[in-house]
């Protein structure tokens, strides 16, 4: 999923199959505890006022507050998700 040098940076990009496995990752994302921390989400290629139909093409996620230490293989894991496509931390 990641790259075999993953240095966590407190971020993660993660690529999806499609729309709606993104939109549900990023619901996952909003609500995770790891550890002592939170971590947040966002669309990686989120536009101010872009029309609804373009963001529905929108697959890339932009997850952040990661816990130091944290691999893409672990973030995969965490989320539990098949649609899962690229991870970089």
């Known amino acids: 999923m990641g790259d075999a040098t993953d240095k966590n940076r407190g971020f993660a990009f993660i690529d999806f199959d499609d729309y709606e496995s993104a939109k549900k990752g990023m619901d996952l994302i909003g609500g995770m505890k790891i550890g002592s921390r939170f971590l947040t989400s966002d669309w990686a290629e989120k536009e101010p006022e872009i029309d ?10 932009y997850a952040r507050n990661l816990p130091p230490g944290t691999t893409s293989h672990q973030l995969t894991q965490w989320m539990e998700c098949d649609k899962i496509t690229h991870v970089k931390v």
Do not use: P, Q, R, T
């Not at 609804?52 to 996620?61: C, F």
């Open 52 to 61: 609804e139909s373009i963001m529905k093409n929108v697959k890339k996620l």
